[in-house]
């Protein structure tokens, strides 16, 4: 079993920034991936970035404006979110694979126009 805990969304006005952070526990040994979704206000939840040993995949959306980071020893994974658009606004959820699909309880982010 493996705990996911995120942090730091809120509302930010277009073109600002912020970081989410997300802290894994419990079985961290059997993580292959942690990354992030989000689900807009009406829409299904969808892949923003995934990082494993294989590297870092990010939609296209995203490209240029978001960067994930992952700190091993802290079991964290963060994500910088830089020049945010108002169709960025969703709620995150921090995601782990790890021998099962985890979830944290999901943080809100929304950009003002």
């Known amino acids: 079993q493996v705990q996911l805990v995120e942090s730091g969304g809120g509302l930010v006005q277009a073109g600002g920034s912020l970081r989410l952070s997300c802290a894994a526990s419990?079985?961290?040994?059997?993580?292959?991936?942690l990354g992030w979704y989000r689900q807009p206000p009406g829409k299904k939840r969808e892949l923003v970035v995934i990082?494993?040993?294989?590297?870092?995949y990010y939609v296209d959306s995203v490209k240029g404006r978001f960067t994930a980071s992952r700190d091993i020893a802290k079991n964290t994974v963060y994500l910088q979110m830089n020049s945010l658009k108002p169709e960025d606004t969703a709620v995150y959820y921090c995601?782990?694979?790890?021998?099962?699909?985890?979830w944290g309880q999901g943080t809100q982010v929304t950009v003002s126009s």
């Open positions: 990082v494993s040993s294989g590297g870092t």
């Open positions: 419990g079985s961290t040994f059997s993580i292959n991936a």
């Open positions: 995601y782990a694979d790890a021998s099962g699909n985890y």
